[in-house]
């Protein structure tokens, strides 16, 4: 079967770094998909992962190790607007794209 | 990236009835899906919307249940019928413009069922 995996939750302290880990089993690779999601409303695009290696936007970083099956988040000077839950998204053979269940990240002052 | 407008934002519900949730996009594009997300848990595919054709759905969802329509490229409708409270849940549209970009999202629609 197809299998994602990520921490539940998190808690990290403002100003701090923190990195979410989430490791993968698909039926195949086309990409890694990183979005973010406040409570209650919809998902939204972080970051995007087809090579090995670690892509940075701004705050944000993102990195795959294919052979590993396993990717991270890289989140620095974390502010309270980064509370949110944190999801990590496989594109497999089909290029049907498969959720893990979301990291709920706690910013604590 | 393209603009999606869902509607409704959010509703409450009779057991019972039906609700048509729409989705417009500000461009054409590939592929239109819809996702279920009820509480504390992540995303669940219900089905991939077609243009022209019937809709292809998931494994536990069925079209009398979910019938799905997408008559062009921009615009997608999702119905949640015959609903009971455990259909309480936030119903996303998104949308693919390419094979690998990512999906994007509508705000969701809030449906709370009584």
């Known amino acids: 079967g197809q299998n994602i995996d990520q921490p539940t939750e998190m808690t990290a302290t403002e100003g701090a770094i923190v990195q979410i880990n989430c490791t993968y089993q698909?039926?195949?690779?086309?990409?890694l998909f990183w979005y973010q999601q406040h409570a209650g409303e919809a998902p939204t695009f972080l970051s995007y992962?087809?090579l090995d290696g670690l892509e940075e936007k701004g705050r944000f970083s993102s990195f795959l190790s294919r052979s590993k099956g396993y990717s991270y988040l890289l989140l620095k000077e974390l502010q309270m607007k980064d509370s949110a839950s944190y999801l990590c998204?496989?594109?497999?053979?089909?290029?049907?794209?498969?959720w893990g269940a979301g990291t709920k990240l706690i910013i604590k002052p | 990236s393209a603009v999606i407008s869902q509607k409704p934002s959010r509703d409450i519900c009779q057991r019972g009835t039906s609700l048509t949730i729409q989705c417009q996009v500000d461009s054409q594009v590939t592929m239109m899906f819809w996702y279920r997300q009820q509480p504390g848990q992540s995303l669940t595919l219900i089905a991939t919307?077609?243009?022209?054709?019937?809709?292809?759905?998931e494994s536990g969802f069925v079209i009398d249940k979910f019938p799905i329509s997408r008559p062009n490229l921009t615009f997608s409708t999702l119905t949640v019928s015959n609903m009971s409270p455990e259909d309480s849940s936030i119903y996303l549209c998104?949308?693919?413009?390419?094979?690998?970009?990512?999906?994007?999202f509508g705000d969701g629609t809030r449906l709370s069922i009584l």
């Open positions: 992962n087809v």
């Open positions: 998104s949308v693919l413009t390419g094979e690998s970009q990512p999906q994007h």
């Open positions: 919307a077609n243009q022209g054709s019937e809709a292809t759905y």
């Open positions: 998204a496989v594109l497999d053979s089909n290029y049907q794209l498969i």
């Open positions: 698909t039926s195949g690779f086309n990409g």
